[in-house]
């Protein structure tokens, strides 16, 4: 098994057909993973066995995904990933992105301002009105979760013509990164219930 995947990871699980899942490694083993929730138990949808899937994480240099086939866990409300192929770099806008409003403070070398996230991922952000950042500005900023408030290193990836910044996040782990995994999972469950339509 790969170096990169360790226990207590967050992973992006998406499955064929575009369900996502947020999740946090449990074990690893020579041909498997165990995912295990970070919140509620973890289930495959509409009573499936098995799926195939990628996992996606963060890793010190960069980012990467792996391809598998994802099955029901030991225990219960957890899942099994058995992979197939190598682990592959890519980009983190891989990571799953949920629209959401969140105070943000951003501080880079010459400038400083508190703005508000449009969407957020466990790989980064995108913030506006943040028109005074440009393009490959190092930032330190801290992001208003609700119940706690996370801090990091970022660079300024991306911008558009109304003003708004995209941030990558460069330096985010342990405890912060479980927190943001926790949050875009939350926040992607009230969306799915947000869209069902009500029964008459």
């Not at 170096?3 to 074990?27: C, F, K, N, Y």
Request: proline share 5%.
């Amino acid at each position: 098994m790969e170096v990169l995947l360790e226990r207590h990871v967050p992973v992006d699980i998406t499955l064929d057909g575009g369900w996502h899942l947020t999740a946090q490694v449990t074990s690893v083993g020579r041909d498997h993973v165990d995912l295990g929730p970070l919140d509620q138990p973890l289930r495959l949808p509409a009573h499936l066995r098995w799926c195939g899937a990628t996992i996606a994480w963060k890793t010190r240099i960069g980012a990467a995904h792996r391809r598998g086939i994802l099955v029901h866990g030991a225990q219960d409300g957890q899942l099994r990933l058995h992979p197939v192929g190598d682990p592959l770099k890519v980009q983190r806008r891989q990571f799953v992105r949920v629209p959401a409003e969140l105070s943000t403070a951003v501080i880079a070398p010459d400038k400083r301002l508190t703005t508000r996230t449009l969407d957020v991922s466990v790989g980064g952000m995108l913030v506006a009105p943040a028109d005074t950042l440009t393009l490959d500005d190092t930032v330190r900023f801290a992001l208003d979760l609700g119940a706690i408030t996370i801090s990091g290193d970022g660079r300024v990836v991306r911008g558009t013509a109304e003003g708004a910044r995209g941030i990558l996040f460069c330096d985010l782990q342990g405890r912060a990164e479980r927190q943001l995994s926790h949050y875009v999972a939350q926040r992607q469950r009230e969306l799915i219930a947000g869209s069902r339509p009500t029964r008459a």
